[in-house]
């Protein structure tokens, strides 16, 4: 599916909230990484402050990125994404001292309607290394957060 494909029919609301999910430049294993990985949860408290948005529940995985947020501005939902990935991927390249892209284009969302459960959402995404086997048990994780959990 076309970066164009994914941003038809893409609408912010106040307060809204929605599952984002985003990749790594030709699912390369960056935060595979300990201190890119760090370097990158940073951005999550950083973006929240900048947009007035809360990341409800995320999970980073080595080559992607999984997130439950919420709008609690007029600003664009396109504009949250793309500055957490924006200034992500400033800050790995600082930290690598290589200028190289980090995020593909674009990114995929879905509007969370009032009938979801957003606990079970929230567990879906917190599960991502237990489905990958990259763990026995989220706790053994560190890269992930829930207001749920």
């Given at each position: 599916?076309?970066w164009?494909d994914l941003r ?18 030709a ?6 990484d300990f ?6 949860c940073?951005?999550?408290k950083?973006n ?13 995985m ?5 997130g439950l947020?919420?709008?609690n ?7 949250v994404?793309?500055?957490l ?16 892209k980090?995020?593909q284009?674009g ?7 009032s ?6 959402i929230?567990r879906?995404?917190v599960?991502?290394?237990?489905r ?6 989220v ?7 829930s207001?749920?959990?």
């Amino acid at each position: 599916m076309s970066w164009n494909d994914l941003r038809k029919g893409r609408y912010s609301q106040l307060q809204g909230e929605y599952f984002i999910t985003f990749k790594t430049e030709a699912n390369r294993k960056y935060f595979r990484d300990f201190k890119l990985a760090c370097l990158f949860c940073q951005q999550i408290k950083i973006n929240e402050m900048n947009h007035q948005c809360v990341w409800l529940a995320w999970v980073l995985m080595p080559d992607h990125f999984h997130g439950l947020v919420r709008l609690n501005s007029q600003v664009d939902l396109s504009v949250v994404v793309g500055s957490l990935k924006g200034r992500s991927a400033k800050t790995l390249n600082h930290s690598r001292k290589v200028k190289s892209k980090i995020w593909q284009t674009g990114f995929y969302d879905r509007a969370l309607r009032s009938g979801d459960d957003r606990k079970n959402i929230a567990r879906y995404i917190v599960a991502n290394p237990l489905r990958k086997n990259l763990v026995s048990s989220v706790s053994f994780y560190s890269f992930w957060d829930s207001v749920y959990l």
